[in-house]
């Protein structure tokens, strides 16, 4: 499993379409082959500091992501909302089974 983080501060005067755009863009993460999760979240107290987190099934599957269509238009239509360059990190996860 690939697990994949990623922190974002938009422009003060780019908060609403910041979120508008990325709730359009996540359903379509959301439809991915592979894609098992998609959340963002607002940081509390730092109205324009978001947290976007998700998680794809294999390697092969989130690399098929990174080249897609989404990322494109991600890097279009939001990264100039962005006050700076994103803060991006991914891990390959794997599961423990508890006892």
Not at 37 to 50: A, G, L, T
Not at 89 to 95: L, Q, R, S, T
Request: with cysteine.
């Amino acid at each position: 499993m690939i697990v994949a983080y990623v922190s974002v501060k938009t422009k003060e005067n780019a908060v609403n379409q910041f979120e508008r755009t990325l709730r359009e863009i996540q359903a379509d993460v959301r439809q991915v082959a592979g894609c098992v999760k998609n959340e963002w979240f607002r940081v509390p107290d730092v109205p324009q500091r978001y947290v976007i987190y998700g998680e794809f099934d294999t390697r092969a599957n989130f690399e098929k992501y990174l080249n897609s269509a989404i990322v494109k238009r991600i890097g279009d239509e939001l990264m100039p909302l962005l006050e700076a360059p994103p803060e991006f990190k991914h891990y390959e996860a794997i599961i423990l089974e508890s006892s």
